[in-house]
């Protein structure tokens, strides 16, 4: 079975800041990657699907990158509104979600 | 707009069937495929399974052997059982969409807000 293994889990930023978040596949799995934004008490919020592709009305300041085993979600530059836990979320066969990264206010 | 609701007993006893429906509204539930997903709290995301075409099914194998989802097209509704609980199985329970088409486009873009349901005696 595939694995997901998003890193870090936690991560302390400051408005602003540049905040990149890494998923990998224990296989490969082409660019089949959904990335979702949970808030709090919320249901979670796609934001980028087929890796690189930003879903209609995202900031374009969440971007996506990668393919086979790497994955990334960059923030180019970090609101007080992106707090939030990020899911990643391969495409291929089963539905899996990686373990998620908390982005909290440094 | 697409906008789906959950709902469904809060709490339910260890060994019973936990029964939830979702309300889809703003599209056909004989298209897309219909999901359900779970969050223990303070944990991460499990799907479940899916319903399409009105009635075919897709369960994740941790979970097939006590689930079952079905479909009232009537209704525009979906419904997840899950016999035979435990604490484990505390969860908020969402519903999702999926589109049908290939393997890029098979993310979730509409969800409802979450019911969250409880396992206790």
């Known amino acids: 079975d595939i694995q997901l293994t998003q890193s870090p889990s936690f991560l302390s930023a400051s408005v602003g800041d540049r905040v990149t978040i890494t998923c990998r596949a224990s296989q490969g799995i082409s660019s089949y990657l959904a990335w979702y934004q949970q808030k709090p008490g919320k249901a979670p919020k796609l934001l980028i699907y087929a890796a690189s592709t930003l879903q209609s009305g995202v900031p374009s300041r969440f971007s996506g990158s990668g393919s086979g085993t790497e994955f990334t979600l960059t923030i180019s530059s970090l609101q007080p509104e992106d707090f939030a836990t990020y899911y990643c979320q391969q495409l291929n066969t089963y539905p899996l979600f990686g373990g998620g990264t908390k982005v909290e206010i440094k | 707009q697409v906008q789906l609701q959950e709902s469904g007993p809060g709490l339910v006893k260890p060994s019973e069937t936990l029964s939830v429906t979702c309300t889809v509204s703003?599209?056909?539930?004989?298209?897309?495929?219909w999901s359900w997903i779970r969050q223990p709290p303070g944990k991460g995301l499990e799907w479940i399974g899916y319903i399409y075409n009105s009635g075919s099914t897709i369960y994740n194998p941790s979970l097939r052997s006590r689930v079952t989802i079905s479909v009232d097209t009537s209704k525009n509704q979906f419904s997840l059982s899950l016999s035979s609980v435990t604490a484990a199985d505390t969860a908020v329970y969402f519903c999702?969409?999926?589109?049908?088409?290939?393997?890029?486009?098979?993310?979730?873009?509409?969800w409802g807000q979450g019911t969250l349901v409880t396992v206790s005696s």
């Open positions: 703003g599209a056909s539930i004989s298209s897309y495929y």
């Open positions: 999702a969409r999926r589109l049908s088409g290939s393997y890029s486009e098979r993310y979730f873009d509409y």
